[in-house]
């Protein structure tokens, strides 16, 4: 069974930074693209960054500049590091495996692990 582990969220000033972390039990971890996505209270789930198997790297208009996604297959992890945060960063995010078109997600491919909660506040 798969299962994704975030970690790394908490509270930030405005202009802060933080790394989440997700820890994913997934054999040839390697051969997926991985996605991290978020939801606001209130509001749908929406992908924010994606990198495939050769860590192509794409991202949400809103984060672009602002964050960066990578991979250690070593470990199994995705990580995405968050700087300039602003208070609409406030989210629950999450990884996921995904099926990629080049190197965006399209879908989500296994259930979803408890999230990270990020609050962005002064």
């Known amino acids: 069974q798969v299962h994704f582990v975030e970690s790394g969220g908490g509270l930030v000033q405005p202009g802060g930074s933080l790394r989440l972390s997700c820890a994913a039990s997934l054999s040839q971890f390697h051969l997926y693209a991985m996605g991290w996505y978020r939801q606001a209270p209130g509001k749908q789930r929406e992908l924010v960054a994606s990198?495939?198997?050769?860590?192509?790297?794409t991202y949400a208009k809103s984060v672009t500049g602002r964050f960066t996604i990578s991979r250690d297959n070593a470990e199994s992890t995705v990580h995405l590091q968050m700087s300039s945060l602003r208070p609409e960063d406030t989210a629950v995010y999450y990884c996921?495996?995904?099926?990629?078109?080049?190197?965006?997600?399209?879908?989500?491919?296994?259930?979803w692990g408890q999230g990270t909660p990020v609050t962005v506040s002064s």
């Open positions: 990198i495939n198997v050769v860590r192509s790297t």
């Open positions: 996921n495996a995904c099926t990629a078109s080049q190197s965006m997600c399209v879908s989500s491919l296994f259930n």
